[in-house]
């Protein structure tokens, strides 16, 4: 061995309980302020009150309605009164569809002998003809069962799609992504072959008779030939499921009133602390404002947009101030259409505003159990070494993965580092999911807060030590 390695190798146990003190020093810093966040979220935390308010003095907030409107002022104001450095609206053009007086359906199994079925009109869909639509029923479970059905046996028919969410996936949006399609892209498949209007399975692992909206497309459907589209309740899916298997000639009624109307100006709403060292580098927190119109949208997402306001409020109550600058980002335009996030992605990239790291909540304000993070398997390395700090609290799974839809344009621009999204226990999302009983009673303050000081504790961690992320 030659000199040089012997002194370095000198001064490596020399100094090496210098660097351990030191390490073990941060690690100390970093999980009493965690801590410290955590116990301010709830002792003195201020998101389910806000979710209050918006929840039950303001509502449902489709993209387009007085609701939206009224949640912009809302949180806009509530920024104002926080003292950020910045606050400001992001305009935006957005999708207006309305859903008209409530639908109703029914089964038929004989003239006159009828049952009723508890539906709703998939958000974009055009409505029934004057009087509603009465038909015979072709039930599926896949395009691919559709396509060897053919023109043949669809036309003139109502087609059912009933492919339910996979029961034994324990993540629960994978059993959601299995089976979404069908609502997304059911109309315009069955168009194809002359089906006169679709019927899809809820998007639920519930049992239940609410039925659950969301979004749907006709992709280059021409409009005189596109279809009326319709969720039906897992109960209702089930019951008319078996009755088909009993008479199969069966008619399925159906009336909705729903109406596409010309885009509308929208916002979304941006308020941030301002960077102590690189105030030219961006980390972002945020939620989607706009929810659908069954109920007033609590759990998606009126708890990721509290949750991210109060994000900045806890780091100013612990008079943490940051090196980067921290913005909380109300988007606006998630549910149809993703307006919002493209917005504000496209405005980044022209602005020249690199984005070291940006966090979403969308996935209901249920107990936090960790962070999905989409970046490269170095950065994730480094970002694993912080799940002992989230231990105490429950909140240490950490995996790699997607993020967030109103974060994602941000990584097809090219301008961050690290995305992520807050990761709640997921069994009783879809419960509520796009459905008249996703309100604010749903909602526990406990979990909800808990989710808030995981952000906020996550946030933290990226503004210290976030330049040490590769793009």
């Known amino acids: 061995m030659n000199t040089y390695f012997v002194k370095l190798l000198a001064l490596t146990l020399l100094f090496s309980p210098f660097f351990s003190g030191f390490s073990q020093k941060i690690n100390q810093q970093d999980s009493t302020m965690i801590k410290q966040l955590f116990n301010t979220s709830l002792n003195d935390g201020q998101s389910y009150q806000w979710l209050d308010y918006l929840s039950n003095n303001i509502g449902s907030r489709l993209s387009g309605s007085l609701g939206a409107e009224l949640a912009v002022d809302y949180t806009k104001e509530q920024m104002i009164d926080l003292d950020l450095d ?96 069908q609502r997304y892209s059911g109309a315009a498949e069955a168009a194809k072959y002359g089906a006169v209007g679709v019927v899809v399975r809820s998007m639920s692992l519930s049992q239940d008779d609410f039925p659950h909206t969301g979004a749907m497309s006709y992709g280059d459907t021409p409009k005189d030939l596109r279809i ?93 101030q940051p090196k980067h600058t921290i913005r909380a980002v109300m988007f606006m335009n998630e549910e149809n259409g993703l307006r919002g996030g493209n917005k504000y992605a496209v ?28 970046t490269n398997e170095e950065n994730f390395q480094q970002i694993k070494n912080w799940e002992t700090l989230f231990s105490p609290y429950l909140v240490n799974r950490f995996v790699r993965g997607g993020s967030g839809a109103d974060i994602g344009p941000l990584k097809n621009q090219g301008i961050i580092s690290v995305l992520a999204g807050l990761s709640p226990d997921s069994q009783r999302y879809f419960d509520y999911h796009h459905a008249a009983n996703d309100t604010f009673d749903k909602v526990n303050k406990r979990e909800l807060e808990l989710g808030a000081a995981a952000m906020t504790g996550i946030i933290y961690l990226m503004d210290k030590y976030g330049d040490n992320f590769k793009e």
């Not at 089964?107 to 998939?122: Q, Y």
């Not at 949006?173 to 299995?178: E, L, P």
């Not at 929208?266 to 659908?292: A, C, Q, T």
């Not at 020249?352 to 979403?360: I, T």
């Open 347 to 374: 405005e980044a990239k022209r602005k020249e505003e690199f984005h070291v790291f940006a966090l979403e909540s969308d996935a209901g304000g249920f107990t936090p159990r960790g962070f999905s993070f989409d």
């Open 86 to 181: 910045k606050v400001w609206l992001q305009p935006v053009m957005v999708p207006k569809w309305t859903r008209g007086a409530k639908e109703y359906a029914y089964i038929e199994t004989a003239p006159g002998v009828t049952s009723i079925a508890n539906i709703c009109a998939l958000g974009g869909s055009v409505p029934t003809p004057y009087g509603g639509l009465k038909a015979k029923v072709v039930e599926v479970k896949s395009f691919e069962e559709l396509k060897k059905l053919g023109r043949e046996k669809i036309k003139g028919n109502i087609v059912f799609y009933n492919r339910p969410m996979q029961d034994d996936l324990i993540q629960t949006m994978r059993a959601y992504g299995g089976a979404v399609g």
């Open 228 to 320: 009326p589209a319709c969720a039906i309740s897992t109960n209702g899916a089930n019951y008319l499921s078996a009755t088909l298997k009993l008479q199969p000639n069966l008619l399925f009624y159906f009336n909705q009133n729903c109406k596409s109307h010309p885009d509308v100006q929208s916002y979304n709403v941006i308020g941030e602390i301002r960077g102590s060292e690189s105030p030219n580098k961006f980390i972002v927190v945020g939620g989607h404002l706009d929810s659908w119109d069954l109920g007033d949208g609590s759990h998606d997402d009126g708890a990721g947009c509290v949750q991210s306001l109060e994000v900045l409020r806890l780091l100013k109550k612990v008079g943490y």
